[in-house]
């Protein structure tokens, strides 16, 4: 049987959260918390787990409530807590009195927790003022009760409407509750989420981990639903071509599901900070000025008044961004975008015939490589520096992102003497580009050009090198004309951007040795390592 089930909230594999002993310490001392993430990212499953850890304690009360009352409304937010708490009273209650009631006929519970789950949906806000707001209400009830009585810690988690509840609602719960983030899986977790595979003898490869991690970026419904998939691949084994075909297909597949996570970081309706800083974040180089930062913010739309620190919260807790330092003091802030479906593009604005709309899409493709380069780093030993991915993964990085375009794509395909890394095509045309990855030092650089050179055949329109290295190397362009390209016919026009990481494009028109013309493109990226 599959045990992963990326739909449900029950995973049969549950990798231990680093937030639960903390959040479980606030509310044992009786106090409040919430959970900030975005969809898909574990905030369900990090409630459980604090459920069963609390549970395990003596004395000790805890509920779960999944969801809010279909019929939103405080009588029942607070008949729906009796019920659960196993009182039947026979007049609405204040949530003092009636945890009072509780306190009365339960007096050997010495600590009782309430965890509310879809903190989002009581925020719905119907056509009543603020201040008649069900969900405000309901939570401030609770939480004066909670400051006047003992042994009682409340924790709720949500997303964007958390600020909702701050800057609409107002919530003197909120006021006094201390904020917990969630953060995407890293390798290690993945590597424990995928555990089973090892157990049944189909272990997952770290080129395999690698790509899961880069298409999934960690958040851990889409890393659950790719090892779902990966799972009932019983006549293959777990590689990582197979991980990109999985995620290429899934904005096919479930929309709905990218559209919910999208919702939940940035509503026009609330604000379109997030979505601006997320775009400007996508642009950077790794650091933005506070100032910049501060602009994106400050244009007046929507009802929420975000500042660049609560959008960047969300955003880190959507899984969509990295920030390292310090958000109060840094100038510029360190954050990048992190490397998955949800932040590589998914529309190509390129123009011209096959071969210009391939070599755009391509460098714009290595733009967004370059500035999520940590992604692309595997940690070494103890002592050891981090040591970039092999070429196999960057080729799946590329594979991936290429079919999020629109691009057919194909894996090591035949391609006249050898087999290519890349061979690509558009729609139902007959012409093709063919791309070859490479780091520079590693195997066999040096013969890249000869190399995708014998790939050309009728119908090849276009070829491209790309060239990676995370070391700062002099003069570059001319350390690979002599070590890589023989001398030709046609010298190399070497292209470059105005703020492109790109560090050249050589461009070579040149004859194979069949007598036919090859167009091929060098593109040369050296990856920072943040």
């Known amino acids: 049987m599959n045990p992963y089930h990326w739909q449900g909230h029950r995973p049969e594999i549950a990798v231990p959260r680093a937030q639960v002993v903390p959040i479980l310490d606030q509310l044992r001392r009786g106090g409040s918390a919430v959970v900030l993430g975005g969809r898909g990212m574990g905030k369900s499953v990090l409630l459980r787990q604090v459920k069963a850890a609390a549970d395990a304690l003596p004395d000790v009360t805890t509920i779960l409530f999944s969801a809010p009352p279909v019929d939103l409304t405080p009588e029942r937010c607070l008949d729906t807590l009796a019920r659960s708490l196993g009182l039947t009273l026979p007049q609405p209650l204040g949530a003092t009195d009636l945890l009072l009631a509780f306190r009365a006929q339960y007096p050997e519970v010495q600590l009782l927790l309430l965890l509310f789950d879809e903190f989002d949906r009581y925020a719905h806000i119907p056509a009543v003022s603020a201040s008649q707001s069900a969900g405000r209400r309901f939570f401030n009830d609770l939480e004066a009760a909670r400051r006047d009585l003992p042994g009682i810690g409340i924790a709720a988690a949500g997303s964007i409407g958390i600020f909702v509840f701050r800057d609409i609602l107002g919530s003197s719960f909120l006021a006094r509750a201390e904020q917990f983030r969630l953060s995407p899986f890293d390798r290690s977790q993945l590597r424990d989420l995928a555990s089973p595979f090892a157990d049944h003898g189909r272990p997952l490869g770290e080129d395999a981990l690698d790509a899961l991690h880069l298409a999934s970026g960690g958040n851990p419904a889409l890393a659950t639903f790719g090892l779902q998939e990966l799972w009932d691949d019983r006549d293959s084994a777990p590689t990582e071509h197979r991980v990109m075909e999985i995620f290429t297909g899934f904005r096919e597949r479930h929309r709905e599901f990218l559209r919910d996570i999208e919702q939940s970081f940035s509503d026009p309706a609330l604000s379109q900070a997030p979505q601006r800083v997320l775009d400007l974040v996508k642009r950077s180089g790794g650091t933005i000025s506070r100032l910049d930062l501060q602009e994106a913010c400050r244009a007046v739309d929507g009802s929420l008044r975000l500042d660049f620190i609560d959008v960047l919260h969300l955003l880190s807790a959507s899984g969509l961004v990295q920030v390292e330092g310090s958000l109060v003091t840094d100038d510029p802030v360190s954050v990048r975008p992190v490397t998955s479906i949800l932040s590589l593009p998914q529309v190509s604005l ?181």
């Open 350 to 530: 390129s123009r011209g015939g096959l071969r210009e709309r391939f070599l755009y899409d391509l460098a714009h493709l290595l733009e967004r490589l370059h500035a999520a380069s940590a992604d692309f780093f595997r940690s070494g030993g103890p002592g050891e520096e981090k040591k970039l991915l092999p070429e196999a993964v960057f080729a799946c990085f590329l594979d991936l992102g290429l079919g999020l375009l629109g691009w057919l794509v194909e894996r090591e395909a035949q391609q006249a003497a050898g087999r290519t890394d890349l061979k690509v095509r558009r729609g139902s045309s007959s012409e093709t580009a063919v791309v070859e990855v490479k780091i520079w030092g590693r195997n066999d650089y040096q013969d890249v050009h000869r190399q995708i050179e014998s790939y050309w055949t009728v119908g090849t329109v276009a070829g491209a090198v790309v060239m990676i290295t995370d070391r700062e190397i002099p003069d570059w362009p001319g350390s690979y004309r002599s070590q890589c390209l023989n001398p030709h016919d046609v010298l190399p026009i070497t292209k470059t951007s105005p703020g492109s990481p790109i560090r050249a494009q050589l461009s070579y028109t040149s004859t194979t040795p069949d007598g036919m013309t090859a167009y091929l493109d060098h593109f040369l990226l050296r990856l920072p390592r943040r």
